[in-house]
């Protein structure tokens, strides 16, 4: 009896003393807590260059990472189909999920049910309005829309016209690339006309946004696309069949600035067919996406400010935030071989 009670004593400091070691160390995951367990993947769509390229990423990282998937399952840019993929990863025994929700205001009551059940969610790209949340790793969408205005206001010296093809408003992306972009324009460039014409995120209904606007106002110089992966083919369509497709020295040339950083914007650029893009790092969106997942697992807490990636960590209401860095990408720096456009 003795001997039993020795071995049950040094069993439980052993067992306290790894779990400490989890919460605190700043490691990927450690070797505690449910760390061995699997990640369960949820993609958002299939119609994007740039989501179809961050899938591509997901099973490589998980390998750098060392950590097993569930899934890949597919939302198709709905929030039931998301809710139920949800429930069918958790179901079949993923400790932790790694989520692109593109209805942000909706996603929040299963967040928080996901929380009651001890299951960690790491929101990729987008930021859930409400709801807990372990990490969103996305960039600052905000200044998408600024560096884009900035872009286009100087290209046009002040005047003009611009069309703009908003995302979804019922996104967060949607709502900060459109916020920041509207108050730049109105702050440093009133002498711009911004046409804004909503997408939710769908190529069709930017295509013909630019057909009709282009009739109304065949003087539009500038076009701001909020995600290159579903506007540009649409946008270079139109432009080509009226003739507009001709490089900046041209008069006719209208100035395009996308975000997404694919590689179809990069040789667009290289063309002289688009001016410039922000660079959403999908790589490092699937990397960071499934380490903060094997870092929730392992119960590691975040910290806010600089991380070790070049990234800054901010704390939200619900959780906290990768902020990590997108540049914008023009002629000058297109062949640059950080970029992940340039690697896949």
């Given at each position: 009896?003795?001997?039993?009670?020795?071995?049950?004593?040094?069993?439980?400091?052993?067992?306290?003393?790894?779990?400490?070691?989890?919460?605190?160390?700043?490691?990927?995951?450690?070797?505690?807590?449910?760390?061995?367990?699997?990640?369960?993947?949820?993609?958002?769509?299939?119609?994007?260059?740039?989501?179809?390229?961050?899938a591509d990423y997901v099973p490589s990282k998980a390998s750098e990472l060392g950590v097993r998937l569930t899934g890949p399952t597919n939302s198709q840019n709905d929030i039931q189909?998301?809710?139920?993929?949800?429930?069918?990863?958790?179901?079949?025994?993923?400790?932790?999920?790694?989520?692109?929700?593109?209805?942000?205001?909706?996603?929040?009551?299963?967040?928080?049910?996901?929380?009651?059940?001890?299951?960690?969610v790491v929101s990729v790209d987008t930021r859930p309005d409400s709801g807990k949340i372990y990490m969103v790793v996305r960039a600052d969408n905000r200044a998408y829309g600024q560096?884009?205005?900035?872009?286009?206001?100087?290209?046009?010296?002040?005047?003009?016209?611009?069309?703009?093809?908003?995302?979804?408003?019922?996104?967060?992306?949607?709502?900060?690339?459109?916020?920041?972009?509207?108050?730049?324009?109105?702050?440093?460039?009133?002498?711009?006309?911004?046409?804004?014409?909503?997408?939710?995120?769908?190529?069709?209904?930017?295509?013909?946004?630019?057909?009709?606007?282009?009739?109304?106002?065949?003087?539009?110089?500038?076009?701001?696309?909020?995600?290159?992966?579903?506007?540009?083919?649409?946008?270079?369509?139109?432009?080509?069949?009226?003739?507009?497709?001709?490089?900046?020295?041209?008069?006719?040339?209208?100035?395009?600035?996308?975000?997404?950083?694919?590689?179809?914007?990069?040789?667009?650029?290289?063309?002289?067919?688009?001016?410039?893009?922000?660079?959403?790092?999908?790589?490092?969106?699937?990397?960071?996406?499934?380490?903060?997942?094997?870092?929730?697992?392992?119960?590691?807490?975040?910290?806010?400010?600089?991380?070790?990636?070049?990234?800054?960590?901010?704390?939200?209401?619900?959780?906290?935030?990768?902020?990590?860095?997108?540049?914008?990408?023009?002629?000058?720096?297109?062949?640059?071989?950080?970029?992940?456009?340039?690697?896949?």
């Amino acid at each position: 009896m003795k001997i039993t009670r020795v071995v049950l004593t040094l069993s439980l400091a052993t067992a306290l003393a790894l779990g400490a070691c989890s919460k605190d160390s700043p490691d990927q995951g450690g070797s505690s807590g449910q760390s061995d367990g699997s990640i369960g993947v949820d993609l958002p769509r299939a119609d994007s260059d740039f989501w179809n390229a961050y899938a591509d990423y997901v099973p490589s990282k998980a390998s750098e990472l060392g950590v097993r998937l569930t899934g890949p399952t597919n939302s198709q840019n709905d929030i039931q189909k998301l809710i139920g993929n949800v429930d069918s990863l958790a179901a079949q025994g993923a400790k932790a999920l790694v989520i692109a929700p593109q209805d942000t205001g909706a996603i929040g009551p299963k967040l928080d049910e996901l929380s009651g059940k001890g299951i960690p969610v790491v929101s990729v790209d987008t930021r859930p309005d409400s709801g807990k949340i372990y990490m969103v790793v996305r960039a600052d969408n905000r200044a998408y829309g600024q560096k884009a205005c900035e872009f286009l206001g100087e290209k046009l010296g002040g005047k003009g016209k611009v069309i703009e093809f908003q995302g979804a408003l019922s996104s967060i992306n949607g709502r900060d690339r459109s916020e920041a972009f509207k108050e730049c324009m109105t702050g440093k460039f009133p002498g711009i006309t911004v046409f804004e014409e909503p997408t939710d995120w769908e190529g069709a209904k930017a295509q013909a946004a630019l057909e009709t606007r282009l009739s109304t106002d065949p003087d539009i110089k500038g076009v701001y696309m909020q995600a290159g992966g579903v506007f540009l083919d649409p946008t270079l369509q139109v432009l080509k069949q009226r003739g507009l497709l001709v490089p900046p020295t041209d008069p006719r040339h209208i100035f395009v600035v996308s975000n997404d950083g694919i590689p179809q914007e990069f040789d667009a650029i290289r063309k002289g067919e688009i001016d410039a893009t922000v660079s959403q790092p999908a790589d490092q969106y699937a990397q960071f996406g499934l380490y903060w997942a094997k870092q929730a697992m392992a119960g590691v807490a975040p910290k806010e400010g600089p991380s070790d990636h070049g990234s800054v960590i901010i704390k939200l209401p619900n959780g906290f935030e990768d902020q990590l860095p997108a540049p914008l990408v023009t002629k000058a720096n297109v062949d640059d071989k950080s970029l992940w456009g340039n690697k896949s």
